[in-house]
Each structure stands twice: as C-alpha cells, then as structure tokens.
C-alpha cells in the first residue's frame, strides 16, 4: 500500500523557517517525482515544489528563493526547507506522487505564519 506521511508542521513568524518532512512508503521512491502543494481557504491549490528522482526541481513563483526541496534517499524521505516564510504561505501542505498511474497524497501538515 502507499502511504505518505507529512510531519513538521507548524506555527512560525514571518520571516522565520520551518522543514517540512514526508515519509513514502509502498512505492519505488528511487524513481519517483516528489511533489509538495498546499491549500489555504479560500484559494485553490498550489504547486509549491516538484524533484524528480534525477534531482531536477521546480518551484513555485510565489516561493521560488525561498523554498528548498531535498530527497534522502535511504531514509525514503523528502523534505521542504521554508525559509522567509510570509503571512500568504499559511496552509495546509501535502506530499503526493504518482505510481502505476495513479495520484497519493498523504494527509497534510499545517503551517501557520504569525505577523
């Protein structure tokens, strides 16, 4: 079964930083696009952070600069480095992927930013 599993959110100050962590399970993960995006209310979703199993990434213009994505491969592991975190970043953030054709999510962390 896939399972994905985000953890670290939270509530942080503007300008400050937080590390999000998502723990894949069930698929082939040394293949696998990694992807972050995140829902606030009222808006629609984001893509916010895309790596591929090559390492090439994409992000986001609303946090390109700021955000950092990375992989740990024997942990089976992608993490979100967000740096400079501004009053419109709060939201519910989601790990997912693809395999055999299908879309997994995991359930979200949420992160909260204080003026």
């Known amino acids: 079964q896939v399972h994905l599993v985000e953890s670290g959110g939270g509530l942080v100050q503007a300008g400050g930083s937080l590390r999000l962590s998502c723990t894949a399970s069930?698929?082939?993960?040394?293949?696998?696009?990694m992807q972050w995006s995140r829902q606030a209310p009222g808006k629609q979703r984001e893509l916010v952070a895309t790596v591929t199993a090559a390492g090439i990434t994409n992000f986001a213009d609303s946090v390109k600069g700021r955000f950092t994505v990375s992989r740990s491969w024997d942990r089976s592991t992608v993490d979100l480095q967000m740096n400079n975190l501004k009053p419109e970043d709060p939201a519910v953030y989601y790990c997912h992927t693809d395999s055999s054709g299908k879309s997994f999510w995991g359930r979200g962390t949420q992160v909260t930013v204080s003026s």
């Open positions: 069930g698929v082939n993960f040394k293949i696998a696009t």
